[in-house]
């Protein structure tokens, strides 16, 4: 879903990168943390992926897409298919609850119908049920940023990325927070949260990306802050295991089998279910197959 290959940033008049030969992949459907101090590059990956910040060396694929090959035209596009959550939330400080969820709808051509019926399913799923007509500055924290997520969500986005999104909040609220992104992870969204929040991480044991100056310094499955973690195996070993079954994303070469595999159903709309990495077909040799995307919706 989100390719990273010997990706460098530097921003213009620094001297150090803020991101430096980051490679990784994170898988459709996973649930990742990015963790490390303030200045790690953490804000930059998210940037990256959602193309506001070009590359300086190395390739970003995003759901197939060569980020750096995308003309201006399709970023929209691009951006339609990653929900964003911020650590201050911004949602409009003059609509309600409901109108701030809606408009994310409006701004793609939703018709009334369809944002009448998402939007109060989208906000039961985030737990506002009943708050509609509020306004922001009459919610809390914790309901502002569930806000915010039912806006980054209510279009089904493929992925959903988060930066500090738990940063503004107590332990208690960030914990909720988080389980609310291990809710539509669960859904078949792949989640990507940036944080340095060390107690949620350690809660939730989800693979954790560790980023130290611009320097992927561990990436750790089922992981720890701390201890006790086990290390991912390195990419180049992962055309062997199993979660690599249905990435459509990347054609390498030994895609020898039917193009249309991955999505028998030829669905274009909805939810992949849940467990169809198992499912998917093994090649003649036992190695998993890759496939081309060739849905055109992708979702
Ligand atoms: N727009 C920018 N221009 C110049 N330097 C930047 C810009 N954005 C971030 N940086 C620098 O890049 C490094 C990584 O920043 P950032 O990605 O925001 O890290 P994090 O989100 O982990 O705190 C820092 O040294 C920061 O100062
Ligand atoms: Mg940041």
Do not use: W
């Amino acid at each position: 879903m989100i390719l990273f290959e010997n990706v460098t940033k530097t921003y213009p008049r620094t001297t150090r990168p803020a991101l430096d030969d980051v490679s990784l992949e994170i898988p459709r459907g996973e649930f990742a943390f990015v963790v490390g101090t303030s200045g790690s590059g953490k804000s930059t990956m998210m940037q990256l992926v959602m193309k506001e910040q070009d590359v300086s060396r190395g390739r970003i694929l995003v759901a197939g897409r060569d980020l750096d090959r995308l003309p201006e035209r399709k970023v929209p596009a691009l951006r339609r298919e990653i929900g964003c959550v911020f650590q201050d939330f911004r949602l409009l400080p003059n609509k309600t609850v409901f109108q701030n969820v809606a408009y994310a709808l409006q701004v793609l051509g939703s018709s009334r119908a369809r944002i009448r019926q998402t939007v109060p399913e989208t906000l039961e799923l985030v737990g506002l049920a009943g708050m509609e007509k509020r306004l922001p500055h009459q919610l809390s924290g914790g309901e502002q940023q569930r806000v915010a997520i039912a806006r980054a969500f209510v279009n089904r986005p493929p992925v959903l990325l988060a930066d500090e999104p738990t940063g503004n909040l107590d332990p208690d609220t960030s914990l909720g927070i988080v389980q609310l992104l291990d809710r539509i992870n669960r859904t078949g969204t792949t989640v990507v949260m940036a944080t340095h929040d060390t107690v949620t991480v350690n809660a939730m044991r989800k693979r954790v990306i560790r980023l130290d100056r611009g320097v992927l310094v561990s990436d750790m499955e089922a992981g720890d802050y701390t201890t006790g973690s086990i290390p991912r195996i390195r990419l180049d070993e992962e055309a062997e295991a199993p979660r690599r079954a249905a990435e459509p994303e990347v054609s390498d070469g030994y895609d020898d089998g039917d193009p249309t595999a991955y999505d028998q159903d030829g669905e274009s709309e909805g939810l992949p279910p849940i467990g169809r990495d198992a499912d998917a077909p093994r090649g003649k040799s036992g190695i998993f197959r890759r496939h081309k995307a060739v849905q055109t919706s992708d979702r």
